[in-house]
């Protein structure tokens, strides 16, 4: 009985073991199945053929407005305000009074400090006639000379004391931001802001252009620049800095200044265009569309259609010409090459292309 027991057990065990490995297999097989068909799975894509055709060499590069002098002006003696002469959106100049002060203590400063320096003038004045006739010795009339100068370099600080009370303009242009309101107290340390002041008569527009646009670019080039706010109005510009090195994207900076028309339209922060024309007007190039690079043009890989099967090719890419890329080598006319569906694509995937 007992063995007979044991050897029911053992086979239940080996039955189980069995039924395991059956269906381990069975999982593995199906597996390897779905790897297959997802390979054989036709990826749906678009394609345009690569061509030789003639292009314009002219380009354009996109940035923002931003005005050539701004600053955001900060108060240099402590005191309070008595009056704000000037609100947001007005325009000033420079030398012209923002604000008032709180000024009697110092302008009875200023008029003690005059005081002290006409009597010590009248001083001086009288030592040195003595001084002529052997009244004074030569040791009082330096020291008479000595009171005079400290009168008259307290006499000066106090007048700039003075002036302090009345805030002044540094630069022309316009408030874009007031801090301050009559009333408040401001302190030198730290500096209280009073005012932003922008300078929009003149903006500068910085681009990025890849290495073959910036070979063509020379500092003071004139280009002409639009807004997109204002699609019929050109502003004329003129390159003032191209960057030495470039960017981490490859790329370097270019900076065109421009004056602004009489009515000030250029704001800073518009979208502004650039549009460099290009001493070679035309020229016949083997090109394709941008969007066949793989991530980015950088990566000069591309994907080629052929008899159905994706194959990724090397490339050498040159100079970006709006929504095409210049093919230096890597393709021949003729090749299609996948514009759409890249992302779900490797080497030697299926292909089904879209009409």
């Known amino acids: 009985m007992k063995k007979t027991i044991i050897t029911i057990v053992i086979i239940i065990a080996a039955l189980g073991v069995i039924g395991y490995v059956l269906n381990n297999n069975k999982k593995k097989n199906k597996e390897k199945t779905d790897i297959v068909a997802e390979k054989n799975a036709a990826v749906s894509v678009k394609v345009t053929p690569v061509k030789t055709e003639v292009v314009s060499l002219d380009f354009v590069a996109n940035g923002n407005f931003a005005p050539t002098q701004e600053l955001t002006f900060s108060a240099e003696k402590s005191g309070k305000v008595i009056s704000v002469l000037a609100k947001e959106g007005d325009y000033v100049r420079v030398g012209q009074t923002l604000l008032t002060m709180r000024g009697d203590i110092i302008n009875v400063n200023a008029q003690q400090a005059q005081a002290v320096y006409n009597n010590a003038k009248s001083d001086y004045a009288r030592y040195e006639n003595a001084f002529k ?10 020291q008479a000379k000595l009171a005079l100068t400290n009168a008259q370099s307290n006499l000066t600080q106090a007048n700039i004391n003075v002036g302090d009370t009345k805030v002044k303009a540094p630069i022309n242009g316009f408030i874009n931001k007031k801090y301050i309101e ?3 107290i401001l302190t030198g340390m730290p500096a209280t802001a009073l005012f932003d002041i922008v300078n929009t008569a003149k903006l500068k527009l910085t681009v990025t252009v890849n290495e073959n646009q910036v070979a063509s670019l020379k500092l003071h080039d004139n280009i002409n620049v639009t807004a997109s706010v204002y699609p019929d109005k050109t502003f004329p510009g003129k390159i003032t800095f191209i960057a030495a090195k470039a960017d981490a994207s490859l790329n370097f900076p270019v900076e065109i200044e421009i004056a602004n028309n009489i009515n000030n339209d250029l704001k800073a922060g518009m979208y502004g265009t650039a549009n460099f024309a290009s001493k070679q007007q035309k020229q016949s190039l083997t090109v394709v569309p941008r969007n066949a690079f793989v991530g980015s043009v950088s990566s000069n ?9 994706a194959k990724l090719k090397k490339v050498v890419a040159g100079r970006i010409l709006g929504d095409q890329v210049e093919i230096l080598s890597g393709l021949s006319d003729g090749e299609k090459v996948i514009t759409t569906g890249q992302i779900n694509l490797q080497d030697g995937n299926t292909v089904e292309i879209i009409k």
């Open 182 to 184: 009559p009333g408040s």
């Open 301 to 309: 890989e591309i994907f080629v259609a052929e008899n159905g099967v």
């Open 133 to 142: 006739t052997g009244g004074v010795t030569k040791q009082q009339l330096d």
